[in-house]
Nanobody
């Protein structure tokens, strides 16, 4: 069983930057595709970014393309989401997810973290 723990959420000003991290334990991190998702109250959880385990290939939602960057460090069992030029609409809870299928957008995740809240001031 894989456990995922997110950190790095907080308050940031619109146009600023924030770094989210997710640490995995209890499984084989290096063979899992890793992704970030977000969910606003009353809304479906939506895909933000994903990174494959096999070749480091990445994919992004159109809404964050060019602003967010996902990366992973298999030695540290960590996946990072670098958020730049954040917008008010980026404010919500962000979740780390791990899955077996690629592309991650539209795929079900095998494991989820509990989320970290991102708040953006205008």
């Amino acid at each position: 069983q894989v456990q995922l723990v997110e950190s790095g959420g907080g308050l940031v000003q619109a146009g600023g930057s924030l770094t989210l991290s997710c640490v995995a334990s209890g499984g084989t991190f290096s063979t899992l595709n890793m992704g970030w998702f977000r969910q606003a109250p009353g809304m479906k959880r939506e895909f933000v970014a994903g990174i494959s385990w096999s070749n480091g290939r990445t994919e992004y939602a159109h809404s964050v393309q060019g602003r967010f960057t996902i990366s992973r460090d298999n030695a540290k069992n960590t996946v990072v989401l670098q958020m730049n030029n954040v917008k008010p609409e980026d404010a919500t809870v962000y979740y780390c997810g791990a899955g077996l299928f690629w592309p991650m957008m539209g795929s079900g995740m095998a494991y989820w973290g509990k989320g970290t809240l991102v708040t953006i001031s205008s």
